[in-house]
């Protein structure tokens, strides 16, 4: 009787919570994720570290939730030619292939080789000793921008954020990864090897 009682007790909890929150009490827009990244242009970009080229990768974060999100910024305000956000580049992993000739396999092995060259490239991304706020309020969104060499074909970069529901949400999380990889950049604007950003000398 008392596990019957208890388990009615979870039913009603569950059911009336469900009749409290709907999806529209958090996201404001429900046919988009609650935050993403989407990208503007390739242009002109303030170099921050030494090698940096002089064209970078200009993405928008769109915060579609009722909470504001924060990350973690060096340099002033998201928007300004002089601010940046932390940022991960992380090696995209080869998907396991099955091959059905010889040549495939000669292909993949080749890749594999071009991969374990260019990675050696592979930059770091951008992290901070000591950095500050950037806060994104709700159905706002900001401009940044990373190095274009941020992302490869074989790499790619993701910045991560906390919902800012106190003070030390920046400092322990939850995180949430906004990850953005070459080929969410558009065909049109993508540069390929052959044809490479200007570098500033």
Not at 49 to 63: F, M
Not at 140 to 149: A, Q, Y
Request: charged share 25%; hydrophobic share 40%.
């Amino acid at each position: 009787m008392k596990k019957l009682v208890f388990a009615f007790i979870l039913l009603f909890g569950a059911s009336a919570f469900s009749q409290v929150l709907k999806p529209s009490d958090f996201v404001i827009d429900p046919s988009k994720p609650f935050v993403y990244l989407k990208f503007d242009h390739i242009g002109p970009r303030k170099p921050h570290q030494d090698g940096e080229g002089n064209i970078g990768l200009w993405l928008i974060v769109v915060n579609n939730c009722r909470i504001p999100i924060v990350f973690r910024a060096s340099g002033g305000l998201p928007g300004a030619p002089e601010a940046v956000l932390e940022d991960e580049v992380v090696e995209d992993e080869p998907i396991m292939q099955i091959f059905s000739s010889d040549q495939e396999m000669k292909d993949y092995e080749s890749d594999l080789k071009r991969r374990k060259e260019r990675l050696k490239h592979k930059p770091i991304g951008y992290s901070f000793e000591v950095s500050g706020v950037a806060r994104v309020q709700p159905g706002e969104k900001i401009v940044i921008s990373f190095p274009l060499n941020h992302v490869d074909e074989y790499w790619y970069l993701r910045v991560k954020f906390a919902l800012d529901l106190n003070n030390s949400s920046i400092a322990i999380g939850p995180f949430t990864y906004l990850p953005f990889y070459k080929w969410d950049i558009p065909k049109s604007e993508r540069l390929s090897d052959t044809n490479p950003p200007i570098l500033k000398h």
